[in-house]
């Protein structure tokens, strides 16, 4: 089955930074466009960036300059690196991918900023 493992979330203070990362598994994760998203109290799900398969990437207005998104195909692996974060970002981080027309999500890696 479908397996996505996000890690590398904490707490950390405003300016600080961190890498999550994504392991998948049982998808063609080559192929694959893959997303991190975030869910912050009392706010919407929002997608942050993607990476597609040929590694061009987009991002959120709100991350541009700070985040970083990666992969590594022979580990499948997808990485977030994080840079200057703010208080306003705290959230629990998904890692997300469609294949096959079935939209699969990671359990969430929470992401505390806070002094």
């Known amino acids: 089955q479908v397996q996505l493992v996000e890690s590398g979330g904490g707490l950390v203070q405003p300016g600080g930074a961190l890498r999550l990362s994504c392991a998948a598994s049982g998808i063609i994760f080559k192929n694959a466009a893959m997303n991190w998203y975030r869910q912050g109290p009392g706010k919407q799900r929002e997608l942050v960036t993607t990476?597609?398969?040929?590694?061009?990437?987009n991002y959120a207005d709100s991350v541009k300059g700070r985040f970083t998104i990666s992969r590594d195909n022979a580990k499948n692996t997808v990485y977030l690196p994080m840079n200057s974060l703010k208080p306003e970002e705290p959230a629990v981080y998904y890692c997300?991918?469609?294949?096959?027309?079935?939209?699969?999500w990671g359990q969430g890696t929470q992401v505390t900023v806070s002094s």
């Open positions: 990476i597609t398969r040929g590694d061009p990437t």
């Open positions: 997300n991918v469609i294949q096959w027309g079935q939209e699969y």
